[in-house]
């Protein structure tokens, strides 16, 4: 018997842009037919954000960018098409995890049998009933070239519990074979297996992608980890809400 879907009429959600069906363009689903809410506001500021205006104040109108949305707008919104994942992105999307439209997304995303994935920066730990609910957690911890302070970056209580969900793949943003080293000193500090762990080019257009894997791919690889690049890019460049 299928279970009744919740009721969630009053819950709602601050989201930046909804959109979708498009691919999941990094990590292990690379390449998956895949629908996207991207929540609003972040607790880090990195250097080379491609989505500041989500949170950056100082360069964008939060007001224009962020809508106060209710859940089953959303959830109606991110299952048009049949998508065989739910992508929640931000932004730092487990801000939001005291928020009743949090836990309404959720159980509905559960109650139709979609795959949700969390695409978090990995400073925050998942509540229990988060963790319970979500398919995968891609997490992509912040290294030295984001620019934000190591005490804000790299959180070891966040990062344990990310890892011990067992459902956690990490993605490393990285530049050179350098912070490839850096990915991999944090991996060994929390007892991350290298198969979980995926190094992705930094980069918004084909020319900056294409250059970088060619310099990270060996290294990677003689480290132990997995590969990914950002197709989304590759199909659309930077146009926003692919
Ligand atoms: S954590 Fe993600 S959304 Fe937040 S500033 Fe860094 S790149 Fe941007």
């Known amino acids: 018997m299928t279970a009744p879907a919740p009721d969630t009429t009053a819950d709602t959600l601050v989201v930046a842009e909804v959109f979708g069906p498009t691919v999941q363009g990094e990590g292990p689903s690379m390449g998956r037919r895949a629908s996207f809410l991207r929540l609003g506001g972040c607790n880090l500021a990195c250097s080379w954000c491609d989505t500041p205006f989500t949170w950056d104040a100082t360069r964008f109108d939060l007001r224009a960018e962020l809508t106060r949305t209710p859940v089953p707008e959303l959830v109606a919104r991110v299952l048009e098409g049949s998508p065989g994942i739910v992508v929640i992105t931000g932004g730092e999307p487990l801000l939001h995890q005291q928020q009743p439209g949090w ?36 997490v992509s911890p912040k290294l030295t070239h984001s620019n934000d302070p190591t005490d804000k970056r790299i959180r070891p209580d966040a990062l344990t519990a990310l890892h011990h969900t067992g459902r956690a793949a990490f993605k490393f943003v990285c530049r050179t074979p350098a912070d490839i080293q850096e990915a991999a000193a944090h991996t060994a500090a929390y007892g991350i297996p290298p198969h979980e ?36 890019v590759h199909a659309w460049g930077d146009e926003r809400a692919r």
């Open 103 to 138: 836990a309404a997304l959720l159980a509905t995303l559960n109650v139709a049998g979609v795959e949700v994935e969390v695409e978090t920066n990995g400073t925050l730990a998942p509540t229990p009933a988060t963790a319970a609910a979500v398919t995968r957690f891609n």
């Open 197 to 232: 762990v995926w190094v992705m080019p930094e980069g918004t257009t084909t020319g900056e992608l294409d250059e970088r894997l060619r310099l990270l791919a060996d290294p990677a690889i003689r480290a132990g980890f997995n590969l990914t690049t950002r197709l989304h």
